[in-house]
Every structure is written in structure tokens, then in C-alpha cells.
């Protein structure tokens, strides 16, 4: 009798899946829609961020698709050296508030908005839209906001996450344990890749030279941590040099003067196209306290070239082919460099180990992913089966390595930010600061 009860349990369990599946796999994905589905990206600009960057690189693919139309609604106006984009994607500027977003949503028919930005006020009015649905694009960093002690302010971001039927989530460990603590539903899905990796051949790493990427004057971003770095690395490699490729550097320029470095570190300003500094790098240095997604290592990686990560040990790229240190002195940061760059051995394994990890991060599976993302929500999936529809695109975070890592971040802020010294783990874990 027993025997019979559990056939028909598991009878019961088997239908249950393959009808999810069914539901999630067929009637979601495969069906293409009748009609043209119109779908906008909402960012800044279509220059020098990173956020900018994976519009176009995703658009440029996305466009090739039959059945979406495609526009950019951006805030800022056309712009100088911007990236490149399809001629047959649609522009929209909303420069000086002339135009307001919402009348472009609604004069555009737009089906669903892909939103990168933590307007609260705005969020909570597009929560309310009828027609059009809002994929909220998270390029943030949770340890961000703690670094600029922003609490309440993203305390309520996160509130109106939970009212947010679609958000995806760039950092693991925010989207396999943060936000699913704080009920928010969340999909991660791998930022796509500048290069193809195939198309790239990678630096020989026989160069004494250090590359550095990012935003000089965002004091987030820690350059000075590499510009000190070179006080020591040069006592041991004379010959070694440091690119800096950034804009609004003059904060940068004046510490590298002040500590007599002009002849080893040279900021070379803005470059749309860094590839040429890539080819002739050994070591790059990744400084920031806090970031996100950083398309630079997935970019160095692919030019096999060895990172070194100060204390961010949470991104989706932040293993293989990189070494991190939980240090804010660069000393330590200057003795981790010249390890690397005084062993070719050693320096070869890294840069092989971080270019083959680049082979899974694939932009024709990411394409395909962003495309049963939008198919999905655009015929109305629910939050319990957006939150599924990736459970199995990366591997998640073990349980028991998330009290490990937020213990290393928070070890990091307590050295750099005295009012942090009495935090918990807790505080971390339920944004509890005051």
C-alpha cells in the first residue's frame, strides 16, 4: 500500500516538473511573438562607462533579431567618440528634460524598458506602467553604497526592489543569497564580452608593463594604491612601467608628480580602444574597494594577461588567472607585482589560467539568454519563474563560502573607514547600519 502511495507522489512530482518545464522552456521561449516586440535601453550615454559599453555591445547583437525592434533612450545628447551602434537602432535624448521618459515609452509603444539607474521615485512610477514592462539592469554593487555610506538611501532602493517583478543581478553573491534574503527576485546573467576570444591573440607577457584601467577621479577606484605601488616595484624592476589609461585624471597627475614617478607611470587619458596597451601588458592592477561587474578583467583575461584584485573576491570574474590580496597598502600590493613580474613562469601560468577561464563567458549564449529574458517577460512570466528561469546559467555561490566572503569585505572596510570598526557580519547581511 505504502509502495502505491509513493508511485503516485512521484507520479504527481514528475507531471509538476514537466509541466514547469513545459511552461518555462515552450510556451515562453520558443514561440516567437505575432508581432514586433519594442524594447528600449535606458542609460546615461553611449560613451566611456561600463554600463554605456554593454548597451552597445548587447544592442549590436540583439538588433540581428527578426521579431524586436530596438531603441536607446538616453539622457545626454549624441555625443563625440561614442560607441558604436546600429544604424538600425532607434535614438532618443531626453537632453535637458525636454522630453520626458515617460511620453517616450508611450509615444514609442514601448513593451518593455531595460532601466539602469536607482531613481527611486522614478522606479515606483514605472512600477505602475499597464502596457509596459521594466527589466531593472543592476550595474551597482551592494558594498558600493557602504564604502560611500549611502544606507538609507539604498535601503529604500532595495525596498522598491521587492516590488520589482524583473531585476538582474551582476554580483553571485548578491543574487544567490543578498537579495533572495531581503525577498527580492533576481536573475544573474554574465555581462558580454568586449572581444572574441577567438579573434584575439593574446600578449606574450615579456613587457616589464602594468596596465591600469578606469575613472581617475572616483576615489572608489584606489589609483593611488597602484600609483604608490611603483615606489617599490621600480627599487626591484627598473625598467617596469605603468600605463594608466583614465580621464579626469588631474588628481592622478598631481600624486604621480609629487612622488617623483612621471618617468615610470604615464596616464594616457580616455581610449575607446585600449587594445593596443593591451598586447604589450604583463600585469594588470584592479585597485577598486567595491565594484561590480568590471568589463576590464574579462578584457585583460582574454589578452592572458595576470590580475591582481585588491580584496574583491565576490565578482563573477575575480577567479582564475588573478591574485587577490586583502591589503590596503601598497607595499603589500608592490611585492605581489613584482612576484609576477620577476617569475615568466609564474606570470605564464596566471595568464593562461585567466584567458581559458574567459572561454565559458560565450556572447552567443548570453545573446540567447537575453533573448529568452525578453520573450519571457514580454508574454508576462511571473517573479517565481524569472527568478527560476537562471537558476542554472552559473554556478551558484556554496552557502558555506557567502560568511567568508562578507567577513573579507568586511575586514576591509574596517581598515579604511573608522566608523565601520563596530560593525557585525549582521549589519552586512541585513544592511542594518546606522
Known amino acids: 500500500m505504502n509502495s502505491y502511495k509513493y508511485r503516485i507522489i512521484l507520479f504527481i512530482l514528475i507531471i509538476i516538473i514537466i509541466y514547469n518545464f513545459n511552461y518555462i522552456s515552450h510556451s515562453?521561449?520558443?514561440?516567437?511573438?505575432?508581432?514586433?516586440?519594442?524594447?528600449?535601453?535606458?542609460?546615461?550615454?553611449?560613451?566611456?562607462?561600463?554600463?554605456e559599453r554593454v548597451a552597445s555591445?548587447?544592442?549590436?547583437?540583439?538588433?540581428?533579431?527578426?521579431?524586436?525592434?530596438?531603441?536607446?533612450?538616453?539622457?545626454?545628447?549624441?555625443?563625440?567618440?561614442?560607441?558604436?551602434l546600429s544604424n538600425k537602432i532607434k535614438r532618443i535624448s531626453l537632453y535637458n528634460h525636454k522630453i520626458s521618459l515617460f511620453k517616450e515609452i508611450k509615444k514609442n509603444e514601448i513593451d518593455i524598458l531595460i532601466y539602469n539607474f536607482y531613481e527611486i521615485k522614478e522606479i515606483q512610477k514605472l512600477n505602475k506602467l499597464k502596457k509596459t514592462k521594466v527589466i531593472y539592469y543592476n550595474h551597482s554593487s551592494y558594498f558600493l553604497w557602504i564604502f560611500?555610506?549611502?544606507?538609507?538611501?539604498?535601503k529604500s532602493v532595495y525596498q522598491v526592489y521587492?516590488?520589482?517583478?524583473?531585476?538582474?543581478?551582476?554580483?553571485?553573491?548578491?543574487?544567490?543569497?543578498?537579495?533572495?534574503?531581503?525577498?527580492?527576485?533576481s536573475v544573474f546573467i554574465n555581462n558580454p564580452t568586449t572581444f572574441d576570444y577567438d579573434s584575439i591573440i593574446p600578449s606574450d607577457?615579456?613587457?616589464?608593463?602594468?596596465?591600469?584601467?578606469?575613472r581617475g577621479n572616483d576615489r572608489s577606484k584606489r589609483f593611488e594604491l597602484g600609483i604608490l605601488s611603483m615606489k617599490y616595484i621600480i627599487k626591484e624592476i627598473p625598467d617596469c612601467k605603468m600605463n594608466i589609461i583614465s580621464e579626469r585624471y588631474k588628481n592622478l597627475k598631481d600624486l604621480i608628480e609629487i612622488s617623483k614617478l612621471n618617468e615610470y607611470v604615464i596616464i594616457t587619458g580616455y581610449k575607446k580602444n585600449p587594445e593596443p596597451f593591451y598586447k604589450n601588458a604583463s600585469l594588470h592592477i584592479f585597485s577598486p574597494v567595491c565594484d561590480t561587474y568590471p568589463m576590464v578583467i574579462g578584457e585583460t583575461k582574454i589578452y592572458g594577461i595576470p590580475t591582481i584584485l585588491c580584496g574583491i573576491d565576490y565578482l563573477a570574474l575575480s577567479n582564475e588567472g588573478t591574485?587577490?590580496?586583502?591589503?590596503?597598502?601598497?607595499?603589500?600590493?608592490?611585492?605581489?607585482?613584482?612576484?609576477i613580474l620577476n617569475d615568466i613562469e609564474y606570470r605564464k601560468k596566471l595568464g593562461k589560467a585567466a584567458r581559458q577561464s574567459m572561454k565559458k563567458i560565450d556572447n552567443k549564449i548570453i545573446v540567447n539568454n537575453w533573448i529568452k529574458l525578453l520573450l519571457s517577460v514580454y508574454k508576462g512570466i511571473d517573479s517565481f519563474n524569472f527568478t527560476r528561469l537562471f537558476d542554472n546559467s552559473h554556478k551558484r555561490i556554496n552557502e558555506n563560502k557567502v560568511d567568508v566572503i562578507l567577513n573579507n569585505q568586511l575586514k576591509i572596510f574596517k581598515k579604511l573607514d573608522p566608523h565601520l570598526r563596530e560593525a557585525t557580519l549582521d549589519d552586512i547581511k541585513y544592511y542594518s547600519f546606522s
Not at 514561440?31 to 562607462?49: D, E, M, Q, T
Not at 555591445?57 to 558604436?84: G, H, M, Q, S
Not at 560611500?148 to 539604498?154: G, T
Open 323 to 339: 591574485v587577490i590580496i586583502y591589503d590596503n597598502e601598497p607595499t603589500t600590493l608592490a611585492k605581489e607585482a613584482i612576484k
Open 28 to 51: 515562453t521561449f520558443f514561440k516567437h511573438p505575432n508581432n514586433n516586440i519594442r524594447v528600449a535601453f535606458y542609460c546615461r550615454s553611449l560613451k566611456n562607462g561600463g554600463i
Open 148 to 154: 560611500y555610506h549611502i544606507y538609507n538611501f539604498k
Open 162 to 185: 521587492k516590488k520589482c517583478k524583473y531585476v538582474i543581478s551582476l554580483i553571485p553573491i548578491e543574487n544567490d543569497y543578498l537579495f533572495k534574503l531581503w525577498g527580492i527576485n
Open 205 to 214: 607577457l615579456s613587457m616589464k608593463n602594468i596596465i591600469m584601467i578606469g
Open 57 to 84: 555591445i548587447l544592442l549590436n547583437y540583439l538588433v540581428k533579431e527578426e521579431y524586436f525592434i530596438f531603441y536607446v533612450i538616453t539622457y545626454k545628447p549624441i555625443l563625440k567618440d561614442e560607441y558604436a
